[in-house]
């Protein structure tokens, strides 16, 4: 039986999802719109947002603090539903599903990259990112785990916990965690952005090649101009639209 975790040839899958589409759409946000109940009364924090991505392209987000990138992210990640609109991720469409198919989705399909790493701080690297192949029923999971925090140049470090690792040591790690199912989607959220700039640029350098490596959309919200750059295409937010877009 084919498990969830089995290695998926990105491309193979789109074309299968859209054959006759020439460019294969990865991750679709359709006129996005969430509205929040704060002390202060209702804030529209996206009012009409749409974001596009190839399979195997790097999309920034950016955009000023409160903007409205990161519960673009949310909902990009199923973590967050939309009050309309539409989120297509592999011709799926993730505002149709119940939490537990959007749980399942996303553990197979997706990888978060947080600010703060969320590492689980009682759990060493090892097994925070083995978490989500242990989720997914891989007996492998360590052994999985164990190769991509080498892949990540974190052989040595193991068995340590997040406080026993710098700050580039656990991003590290969670970025393996993030990898570690070879989803077909990346989101970072200021992925960089606890991070001193010699590490941060250390840090992007192996996020982006990575997505290379796999072919791995990547969805990168961002306030660094020059990880921005690196990106195939921008789109900047302000007051939860798309203002601009380039690339
Ligand atoms: N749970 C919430 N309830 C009400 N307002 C919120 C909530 N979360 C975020 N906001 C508001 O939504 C806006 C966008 O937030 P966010 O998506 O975090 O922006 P960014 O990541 O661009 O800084 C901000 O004005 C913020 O104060
Ligand atoms: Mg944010």
Redesign the pocket.
Known sequence: MKTFSAPIDNRAMIQCVHPLRLRCVMLELIDIR?R???KAGA?N??RGTTVAAQAGQSVA?T????????????VAAGLLRPDSGRVLALGEDLTRKSEDELAAFRRRRVGVVFQSFHLLPNMTALENAALPLEFAGRADALDAAGAALARLGLGERLHHYPGELSGGEQQRAAIARAFAASPSIILA??PTGNLDSATGADVADTLFSLCAEKNTCLLL?THDASLAARCDRRVV?AD?LVVEAAG
Do not use: F, H, N, W
């Not at 955009?63 to 949310?74: C, I």
């Open positions: 969430v929040l109940q704060s804030v924090i996206l987000v955009g000023r603090s409160g903007s409205g990138k990161t519960t673009l992210l949310m959220d200021e919200v937010l939860g």
